[in-house]
Each structure stands twice: as structure tokens, then as C-alpha cells.
Nanobody
């Protein structure tokens, strides 16, 4: 099983930016495409962005103009850059390896995630 470590969350005002980081045990991050997900209060977890091994990112339509993903394979870390944050972005953000045939489904169990709170 993977041990995930998401960081970088916190309290930010609407319109602000945050960069989240994701690492994992072993070579999971460097060996796989990694996706970011978020769980809004009272809602199901949703897909945000998938970052392929070459760094190319596929971003969900709902956040495409504001969020992007990147990675540093040498440092085994994946990033989620969020800008123009809105109160409705308040959520717990998590990373995982997306299943190859269904990106909405993770391959491993979840870590604790990092909480982002956007104040109006």
C-alpha cells in the first residue's frame, strides 16, 4: 500500500493562489501518472487533474482555467497549482494513482489529504 503525503493546504482569501504538493512512499510517484482529487464538504470525491509521467496534464473542465498540475520526477513530487481560488474550492485535496481505464477511480487507498479553505 502507498503512503501518501499531501501538503500545502491552508486558509486563503478568494482570488488567491496555492500550490499543493504530493509525495508517496517508494517510487510510486516517479513511476506512475498521478491524479489530484478533491472532496468538497458533504460531496463525493471528484477528479481534478491527471499528470502523466511526461508532465502533460489533463484538467477537469470545472477548474481548467484556474488549476494546473506539474511534477518533478527526480524529486518524486507532484504539484497542483491553484489560482483565482473561490470559496467553492474549499475541500480536502488528495492525490493518488488513477486507474488506467477509469481515472476517476484510484489505484491505492487514500491518504489524509490537505485541507484548503477559501474565505470570501
Amino acid at each position: 500500500q502507498a503512503q501518501w503525503a499531501e501538503s500545502g493546504g491552508g486558509l486563503v482569501q478568494a482570488g488567491g493562489s496555492l500550490r499543493l504538493s504530493c509525495t508517496a512512499s517508494g517510487s510510486i510517484v516517479s513511476d506512475n501518472a498521478i491524479a489530484w482529487y478533491r472532496q468538497l464538504p458533504g460531496k463525493e470525491r471528484e477528479f481534478i487533474v491527471r499528470i502523466a509521467h511526461d508532465g502533460s496534464a489533463l484538467v477537469a473542465d470545472s477548474v481548467r482555467r484556474r488549476f494546473t498540475g506539474s511534477r518533478d520526477n527526480a524529486k518524486k513530487v507532484v504539484f497542483l497549482q491553484m489560482s483565482v481560488l473561490k470559496p467553492e474550492d474549499t475541500a480536502v485535496y488528495s492525490c493518488n494513482v488513477p486507474q488506467s481505464t477509469h481515472w476517476l477511480r484510484p489505484l491505492y487507498s487514500w491518504g489524509q489529504g490537505t485541507r484548503v479553505t477559501v474565505s470570501s
